[in-house]
């Protein structure tokens, strides 16, 4: 019998740029689950009568990306652990007329950094950005029991309460906000050298650098990523967290993969994305 296919979107402003759509077809072909998975671009102003679309529309869920992730929060019926923590979703789980919010950025993250073979604890990190993606970096960042991470963003006030929210969930970690200054590890959670928004770096022009720099913008060289292999930085792309945090919003709509078909997943979607 033939399956009907499984009905998700993801919902950004723009996502004309997303690789998602790819991503997740491709996985749902290594699965044998056929997806139709569409990228919706919705405007702030109609995110709210998006959301409530899904829960008519006969949809599994969506993913969300820039600029909804914090907004989407307030507006599902719950949260899991890891989107309360965070405070921003990108992962709704549509559940006999309930939508469930979840959060794959920060574990995509964490499997990104083991990856890469990075030990956040002990280390000092500094996030540029304080919207969704740099909230859950911060809350994984908290949970590896990094020593300290710094948040340095366009309005300050933003930086002080993401600072303030993580201090309260991981005390063993100190979290502040404040300039830049030379760190362990730099990660680039800001909008800045996607499509359609300006390519320059997030860090000023006297920063100092870090050992390795993590920029969440996948698939093109960017300011940032320049700026820090001047430095000497290593730069890592976001391409393995892309493809970190689909593989678990797709556990989180269907279940465990298993180990062995997790891990031949992961590599099958990797040799798909551009390496930056």
Known sequence: MRREPLKLALLGHPVSHSLSPRLMTALGRLTRRPVVYRACDVAPERLACAVELLRWAGMLGCNVTVPHKVAVAGLVDSLTPAARVAGAVNAVRCDQGRLIGHNTDGAGFRDALREAGFQAAGRDALIFGAGGAARAVAAALGGLRARRVTVWARRAEAARALARAMAGHFPRTEF?????????????????????????????????????????????????????????????????????????????????????????????????LPCA
Do not use: H, I
Request: glycine share 14%.
């Open 176 to 272: 502040r906000a404040g300039r830049p200054a030379a760190a362990d590890l730099a990660v680039n959670a800001t909008p800045l050298g996607l499509p359609g928004f300006p390519d320059r770096s997030p860090a000023p022009a006297d920063w100092a650098g870090c050992g390795l720099a993590f920029d969440l913008v996948y698939g093109r060289g960017t300011a940032f990523q320049r700026q820090a292999r001047r430095l000497g930085a290593r730069v890592l792309g976001g391409s393995g967290m892309l493809v970190f945090q689909a593989l678990r919003s797709w556990e989180f709509w269907l279940g465990p993969l298993g180990a062995k078909r997790r891990a031949a997943c992961k590599e099958s979607l990797l040799e798909r």
